[in-house]
Nanobody
Framework: QVQLVESGGELVQPGGSLRLSCAAS???????????MSWYRQPPGKERVLIAH????????NYAESVKGRFTISRNNDEKTLYLQMNSLTPEDTAVYFC??????????WGQGTQVTVSA
């Protein structure tokens, strides 16, 4: 079955950078390449929100205003891995970060999340 595993979250100082990864299993390379993927985040006590999306065509990128210009979503289809490069981090970026796969049918698949804490 499909499984998504996020990693890379940790405690980082304001102004720092992190790169999150989301490794997918249960896909063939071809089916993964055709699957749009997203990053969401859920700050403490708040709802989960979409922050970045990448379509099956690698130039189909979308970002929330809160992260535009600081975060970059990318994917390696051969490795079936999704990435989120996060720069210029602020305490407001503190959240649990989740990846999600959007297959052509069905509700999609979520990872378990990785904690990012931005604090001095």
């Amino acid at each position: 079955q499909v499984q998504l595993v996020e990693s890379g979250g940790e405690l980082v100082q304001p102004g720092g950078s992190l790169r999150l990864s989301c490794a997918a299993s249960g896909f063939s390379v071809a089916s993964y390449a055709m699957t749009p993927m997203s990053w969401y985040r859920q700050p403490p006590g708040k709802e989960r929100v979409l922050i970045a999306h990448i379509g099956s065509a690698l130039d189909a990128l979308n970002y929330a205003e809160s992260v535009k210009g600081r975060f970059t979503i990318s994917r390696n289809n051969d490795e079936k891995t999704l990435y989120l490069q996060m720069n210029s981090l602020t305490p407001e970026d503190t959240a649990v970060y989740f990846c999600k796969a959007h297959p052509l049918s069905g509700p999609g698949f979520w990872g378990q999340g990785t904690q990012v804490t931005v604090s001095a």
